[in-house]
T-cell receptor, first 114, second 112 residues
Framework: NAGVTQTPKFQVLKTGQSMTLQCAQD?????MSWYRQDPGMGLRLIHY???????DQGEVPNGYNVSRSTTEDFPLRLLSAAPSQTSVYFC?????????????FGPGTRLTVL | QQQVKQSPQSLIVQKGGIPIINCAYE??????FPWYQQFPGKGPALLIA?????SEKKEGRFTISFNKSAKQFSLHIMDSQPGDSATYFC???????????FGSGTQLTVLP
């Protein structure tokens, strides 16, 4: 299993540009999430999904869109990039059960908005 | 509003020392408390976790102590090694969607 994969690893955008961060998992996990990591602030939840066709907002959703058409993929779209969106973005997946609530994280995408 | 407060922000110990990282939470809906370890350039990885009906959990050199009445929990690393140098995050998990709320992180350096 590849686990959780993210592309690209690095990206530089200009203010106002749009782009999509890709996330895929091959573990048949129902739950997938997007977090952003900023210095001194830990990881904050942007959007999450509890299954194909179902998404919801997290703590910091403004400026981001998501969709979940398949179990495997959960792309994050930046509609009009702003310097405040400069961050490291992590995708995570999990299959909650009564025994474990482990979330598996991808390697991250480092985004810089100029 | 930060629902999980973590301290210290950074910590330096000698090899063999016992670093302790503390977290306090506000949300009583949390029902699972994981610790994640993150190395530079990598995503966080689950290290150890505890449920609130247990006061202590040990896995190898890592121990979580949990105080439900005080809404506090801590990570102890016994016989710390330079390879333990990483950033550690505590977190709380809640809700049917199993959402994670993270602390701000502690950068641990273990000197050889």
């Amino acid at each position: 299993n590849a686990g959780v994969t993210q592309t690209p690893k690095f990206q530089v955008l200009k203010t106002g540009q749009s782009m999509t961060l890709q996330c895929a998992q091959d573990m048949n996990h129902e739950y997938m999430s997007w977090y952003r990591q900023d210095p001194g602030m830990g990881l904050r939840l942007i959007h999450y999904s509890v299954g194909a066709g179902i998404t919801d907002q997290g703590e910091v959703p403004n400026g981001y869109n998501v969709s979940r058409s398949t179990t495997e993929d959960f792309p994050l779209r930046l509609l009009s990039a702003a310097p405040s969106q400069t961050s490291v973005y992590f995708c995570a997946s999990s299959y909650p059960s009564g025994r474990t609530d482990t979330q598996y994280f991808g390697p991250g995408t480092r985004l810089t908005v100029l | 509003q930060q629902q999980v407060k973590q301290s210290p922000q950074s910590l330096i110990v000698q090899k063999g020392g016992i670093p302790i990282i503390n977290c306090a939470y506000e949300n009583t809906a949390f029902d699972y408390f994981p610790w994640y370890q993150q190395f530079p350039g990598k995503g966080p990885a689950l290290l150890i976790a505890i449920r609130p009906d247990v006061s202590e959990k040990k896995e190898g050199r890592f121990t979580i102590s949990f105080n439900k009445s005080a809404k506090q929990f801590s990570l102890h690393i016994m016989d710390s090694q330079p390879g333990d140098s990483a950033t550690y995050f505590c977190a709380g998990l809640s809700g049917s969607a199993r959402q994670l709320t993270f602390g701000s992180g502690t950068q641990l350096t273990v000197l050889p």
